[in-house]
């Protein structure tokens, strides 16, 4: 009697496929990271130029 062997990857690690979104998610959250940022950094920038023309 042979012993069966899992032939699908997946059945000993993480599937290849839920790594890639998994990588996708943190790139699209980076990216919105970067961009609260810029939002930000543009608004201070803004509020001090309106504070010290008054």
Known sequence: MQAHVPFD???????????????????????????SRNVITALVAAQKSTHWDN
Not at 14 to 33: G, M, N, S, Y
């Open 9 to 35: 990857l997946h059945a000993l690690s993480t599937p290849p496929a839920f790594i890639l979104d998994q990588d996708q998610i943190l790139k699209k959250e980076l990216l919105q990271t970067q961009k």
